[in-house]
């Protein structure tokens, strides 16, 4: 059974530019989260989606962050203009209202922005 | 403001001893405490968690130790292995009204080394 899926594996962009980053949630799962982790700040929630509603965004850093999930198997964490400063890796991870707390992590989007 | 605090940040142990990582946690209405296990280029996993309404749970090698009234928790791994070394995160959660999902809190992490 596959896992949570997401793309690309790495991104390197220059600043300025647009990035969005993909997750397919696993399937059944109904709640899904955006983690941003960088070596200074750990693990920090951006945004998550319940029955593909946004329920939480208080994590997203400003503006040039938005977050999407058009339907249950799909979702975007978008920034434009992407900063240096935005450089981490970016997680997607999902969890079944049924099936408890836990939550089950991608692989992750390194993210550079030169 | 950071409602998890997690130390040390990092950890080196000889292989078969015994690894601990402490977590101190501020909403006391947190009432789900995970431990996460992350390896090099992997998204976190859950580890083992426990609800405070018990003291202990063990699972293997892996024990959490909780502290209502301290606020803490902690994550033992007996006869520590190289297989083991990977960075660690404890957390905290409430679940929501509605009961339909966890916000979780995380720690800044541990890396664990284990030497052979």
């Known amino acids: 059974d596959a896992g949570v899926i997401q793309s690309p594996r790495h991104e390197v962009t220059e600043m300025g530019q647009e990035v969005t980053l993909r997750c397919k949630p696993i399937s059944g799962h109904n709640s899904l989260f955006w983690y941003r982790q960088t070596m200074m700040r750990g693990l920090e929630l951006l945004i998550y989606?319940?029955?593909?509603?946004?329920?939480?965004d208080s994590g997203m850093p400003e503006d040039r962050f938005s977050a999407k999930m058009p339907n249950a198997s799909f979702s975007t964490l978008k920034i434009q203009p992407s900063e240096p400063r935005d450089s981490a890796v970016y997680f997607c991870a999902s969890s079944w209202t049924g099936g408890g707390p836990e939550q089950f992590f991608g692989p992750g989007t390194r993210l550079t922005v030169l | 403001q950071q409602q998890v605090k997690q130390s040390p940040q990092s950890l080196i142990v000889q292989k078969g001893g015994i690894s601990i990582i402490n977590c101190a946690y501020e909403n006391t209405a947190f009432d789900y405490f995970p431990w996460y296990q992350q390896f090099p280029g992997k998204g976190p996993a859950l580890l083992i968690a426990i609800r405070p309404d018990v003291s202990e749970k063990k699972e293997g090698r892996f024990t959490i130790s909780f502290n209502k009234s301290a606020k803490q928790f902690s994550l033992h791994i007996m006869d520590s292995q190289p297989g083991d070394s990977a960075t660690y995160f404890c957390a905290a959660s409430k679940e929501n009204s509605g009961g339909s999902n966890y916000k979780l809190t995380f720690g800044k992490g541990t890396l664990l080394t284990v030497n052979p």
């Open positions: 989606f319940n029955n593909n509603v946004p329920i939480d």
